[in-house]
């Protein structure tokens, strides 16, 4: 048994990867591989329109808005949003909550004026600045949801009259939120939604088509709308695997029931972290991640010890980002509570040999 703590390609259900596995030899009995057949066949298009379905249903999505699976990762989203949403002279607001906060930024000072209307750089990137506001003439307001590498998370949603947009990468589908309050939603489906190499993107078309810049059809979220996410070939075995796991997430009961096991895996390694004296988590208490839980050990030279002992016992994915050192767990909406009451198990008794 390993228990996979990965922060993205990171675990899914096994019964995903059995149906997955089945699908790439036998697809739905056909005696063809998901592998080899059409996009366009009946075949496919089921089960993209079951996957978009699910993502409305689960989500609880409003009927004006879009749904589309999109390549590219959301990296790509990073630069495709200011093409289609903002104007040269046109300025957009954003928020600097770390390395998924810059990127964006970044890519977005390509294409028109960037406002970024608060930042946490100033502590580390270790919370989540509250007390700031949003220009009434921006663009739009952009945000990260999740910040997967530091390992806070919005347990809010800013007030404000401009369209809102997220990238919701991270934390996507792990909490009951009124995604109707966002006028364009991104994630990369690594983390919460399935196999990489596909991209979720729920959007209102009424923010659309208000640039004046010539925008290539295959970056153009109108075209691959009109297109119903057909406008070349799809990452076929990325969306099906998508698929499966929102059946597997409708069937355990839906955004809220994956929310309350979310909630006890995060209360349970909080708490054994905050018992603990050897270890030390670095988020601000109010804005930890649920996700993605980032600790250090207070004594540097057990933490060559710490990672051994967490191999020894089959533990994946537990040392931090290159960028901020430490650990993190990262507790994706597949990840079994059982994963998390052995890794406290070893924490309590590494810090007992050790305290
Ligand atoms: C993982 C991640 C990304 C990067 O996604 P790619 O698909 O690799 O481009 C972007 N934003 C957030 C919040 C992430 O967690």
């Not at 059995?18 to 009946?42: C, K, M, P, V, W």
Request: hydrophobic share 45%; aromatic share 10%.
């Amino acid at each position: 048994m390993v228990y996979n703590f990965n922060s993205g390609p990171s675990i899914l259900p096994k019964e995903v990867f059995e149906q997955a596995a089945t699908a790439i030899t036998d697809f739905n009995n056909t005696g063809l591989s998901i592998l080899e057949i059409g996009h366009r066949t009946d075949l496919f298009m089921s089960v993209l329109e079951e996957a978009t379905a699910l993502v409305k249903e689960l989500m609880q999505l409003s009927a004006e808005k879009e749904v589309l699976f999109l390549h590219g990762g959301a990296s790509t989203q990073f630069f495709q949003v200011p093409m289609n949403l903002l104007n040269e002279q046109a300025m957009a607001a954003y928020l600097d909550c770390g390395v998924w906060g810059i990127k964006p930024i970044k890519e977005a000072r390509l294409f028109g004026k960037v406002e970024v209307v608060a930042s946490s750089k100033d502590r580390n990137y270790t919370y989540i600045p509250k007390n700031f506001s949003v220009p009434a003439d921006a663009a739009y307001f952009h945000y990260t949801t999740n910040n997967t590498i530091e390992g806070t998370q919005m347990h809010f949603i800013p007030d404000t009259q401009v369209p809102l947009v997220a990238d919701m990468s991270s934390d996507i589908l792990s909490t009951v939120i009124d995604f109707n309050r966002f006028s364009l939603i991104y994630a990369g489906a690594q983390k919460n939604i399935g196999a990489a190499g596909v991209n979720l993107l729920v959007v209102d078309k009424d923010i659309l088509g208000k640039t004046n810049r010539k925008i290539p059809s295959m970056m153009d979220y109108r075209v691959h709308i009109e297109n119903g996410s057909m406008l070349n070939t799809p990452p076929v075995f990325a969306i099906y695997v998508c698929l499966l796991t929102l059946r597997w997430l409708k069937k355990i009961g839906g955004i809220a029931a994956a929310e309350k096991v979310n909630n006890e895996k995060a209360a349970l390694l909080y708490d054994t972290l905050d018992s603990l004296p050897v270890f030390r988590p670095t988020v601000a208490k109010e804005d930890r991640s649920k996700m993605n839980v980032v600790f250090i050990i207070e004594d540097p030279a057990l933490e060559k010890d710490f990672l051994a002992r967490c191999k020894q016992e089959q533990m994946v994915g537990i040392k931090g980002h290159r960028s901020v050192g430490g650990f993190r767990a990262s507790l994706y909406n597949a990840l079994p509570l059982k994963s998390v009451q052995v890794l406290t198990d070893i924490m309590k008794d590494f810090a007992f040999k050790n305290g």
